[in-house]
């Protein structure tokens, strides 16, 4: 079954980032969107819950934005080569609208879906094993992380039972770490994402889980006699 994206936050930025101007509607739009046509913005704010922290979030030509303290999130609407040209231009505007804010890490995330009426990992005995010493009763996660070119890659690929169903999640996280005595930490992430970071690495993301799936959706299969 073909892989699907999940919606989940493209990129993350960590740094310390004016949560005044970034939950400002005329701000973003003025800076961020300069060509949008879009006339209303509206700004969804998240109360904390038991000590977490205060979000806002809002959309804009098909980019989600959630503004937290010391983290910005970025969601486009579609997964494709236009969607992540749209958010390649907004994080090209922030760069250039705040070039000395200090940036500290930023990460490039992807997850994909894929569903089957049977079990794999759960089948396994070692895998199996772990899975029964997880707390929950119908999940099993798996975890792997390396380096990877400019960043730390980590992929969890995650298999739960539904109810008629079992899911696998395959979960990228690119985590690219600035270091303090960087100059212009913006100047180096506007630098990446016009070279075609977010398309390049999602690309290495997507073939991970394409290999993973292939391996596993050709265990079981008889081969024909010559």
């Known amino acids: 079954m073909a892989l699907q994206y999940e919606k989940h936050p493209l990129l993350v930025l960590i740094g310390a980032f ?135 890659m980590t992929v969890s690929v995650v298999e739960k039972k539904t109810e008629d169903l079992f899911q696998i999640c395959y979960d990228f996280n690119f985590h690219f770490q600035l270091g303090e005595n960087e100059k212009s930490p913006m100047m180096i992430l506007k630098n990446r994402i016009i070279d075609g970071a977010i398309e390049r690495y999602l690309n290495h993301a997507k073939e991970i889980a394409e290999t993973i799936s292939l391996h596993i959706n050709s265990k079981g299969k008889g081969k024909k006699n010559a």
């Open 18 to 152: 004016n949560q005044q101007i970034m939950r400002n509607p005329p701000w973003i739009k003025n800076y961020l969107f300069p060509l949008s046509p879009q006339k209303e913005i509206t700004v969804n704010m998240n109360l904390p819950i038991f000590g977490g922290e205060l979000s806002s979030s809002m959309e804009i030509d098909g980019i989600r934005i959630v503004a937290e303290s010391g983290k910005i999130q970025f969601t486009p609407k579609e997964f494709n080569v236009s969607g992540y040209n749209a958010l390649s231009d907004v994080i090209v505007n922030l760069s250039s609208a705040l070039p000395h804010t200090p940036l500290f890490a930023y990460g490039i995330n992807c997850r994909f879906l894929e569903s089957s009426s049977k079990a794999f990992f759960m089948n396994k005995p070692l895998f199996k094993k772990l899975f029964e010493a997880d707390y929950f009763d119908n999940y099993l996660k798996l975890e792997y992380a390396h380096n990877y070119k400019d960043s730390k």
